[in-house]
C-alpha cells in the first residue's frame, strides 16, 4: 500500500530566509509525485510534479523539488521565501493499480512566513 | 478555461437528512475524483469514475455514500442519513488521461463545505 508522510505539521520561517518541507512516501511500485498548495480560503492548486526524466523539478514561483528514489523522498525547497507563500502544502503520490490512479495525500505542512 | 466547479459552496443540514453535492469538471477531462478534508483525517480519496468503466469506489467511508456521474461529465455526491462526521470539505477534482492509461495532473474545485448540525 502506498503512504505519503509529511515531517512535520507546521514550519514557520523568516521572509527571505530558505525552506524545505519534507515528504516521505512508501509504495511498492513506481509512483508519480505531486506538490499541491493551498492558500487561505481557496482551493488546491498544483505547485509541480515528478513523472519520469529529471529528478529535479521546478515551479513557476522558485520553488523546487528533488525526487530521491533510494531514499523515497521529495522534499520541497525554496531558497528566499514571501509572505505571499504562506499556505499549506501538501506532498501526494499516485500509481498505477489495476490501471487506475488515484492521489494518496499526506496531512500537509502549514508554512507560515513572518516578516 | 473554466475550470472545475462546484455546488453549493457551502452546505448547513441537520443530522439525519439527505445532501447532494454537484461537480462539473473540466470539458474534456475523462477523469472524475471525490475527496473530502477533514481536520482528524486530512484529505482523503473518496470515489474515482474514468470513462465508462466501472467507478472506483474504494474510498467510501460508508454505504450512505453513493456517488454517480451522468454522460461522463457532471457528478454527484449523495450523502445519506448525514451524521456529524461528515463535516468536511468535499472536494472534487478531474484530470485528463491518456489511452495509455498516463496520469496527469488534477485540477481540483474549490469545494463544498459540509456542515452537519
Known amino acids: 500500500a502506498q503512504s505519503v508522510t509529511q515531517l512535520d505539521s507546521q514550519v514557520p520561517v523568516f521572509e527571505e530566509a530558505p525552506v524545505e518541507l519534507r515528504c516521505n512516501y512508501s509504495s511498492s511500485v513506481s509512483v508519480y509525485l505531486f506538490w499541491y498548495v493551498q492558500y487561505p480560503n481557496q482551493g488546491l492548486q498544483l505547485l509541480l510534479k515528478y513523472l519520469s526524466g529529471s529528478t529535479l523539478v521546478e515551479s513557476i514561483n522558485g520553488f523546487e523539488a528533488e525526487f530521491n528514489k533510494s531514499q523515497t523522498s521529495f522534499h520541497l525547497r525554496k531558497p528566499s521565501v514571501h509572505i505571499s507563500d504562506t499556505a499549506e502544502y501538501f506532498c501526494a503520490v499516485s500509481g498505477f493499480s489495476g490501471g487506475y490512479n488515484k492521489l494518496i495525500f499526506g496531512a500537509g505542512t502549514r508554512l507560515a512566513v513572518h516578516p | 478555461g473554466a475550470g472545475v466547479s462546484q455546488s453549493p459552496s457551502n452546505k448547513v443540514t441537520e443530522k439525519g437528512k439527505d445532501v447532494e453535492l454537484r461537480c462539473d469538471p473540466i470539458?474534456?477531462?475523462?477523469?472524475l475524483y471525490w475527496y473530502r478534508q477533514s481536520l482528524g483525517q486530512g484529505l482523503e480519496f473518496l470515489i474515482y469514475f474514468q470513462g465508462n468503466s466501472a467507478p472506483d469506489k474504494s474510498g467510501l467511508p460508508s454505504d450512505r455514500f453513493s456517488a454517480e456521474r451522468t454522460g461522463g461529465s457532471v457528478s454527484t455526491l449523495t450523502i445519506q442519513r448525514t451524521q456529524q462526521e461528515d463535516s468536511a470539505v468535499y472536494l472534487c477534482?478531474?484530470?485528463?488521461?491518456?489511452?495509455?492509461?498516463?496520469?496527469?495532473?488534477?485540477?481540483f474545485g474549490p469545494g463544498t463545505r459540509l456542515t452537519v448540525t
Open positions: 477534482a478531474s484530470s485528463f488521461l491518456s489511452g495509455a492509461g498516463g496520469t496527469y495532473e488534477q485540477y
Open positions: 470539458s474534456g477531462h475523462t477523469a
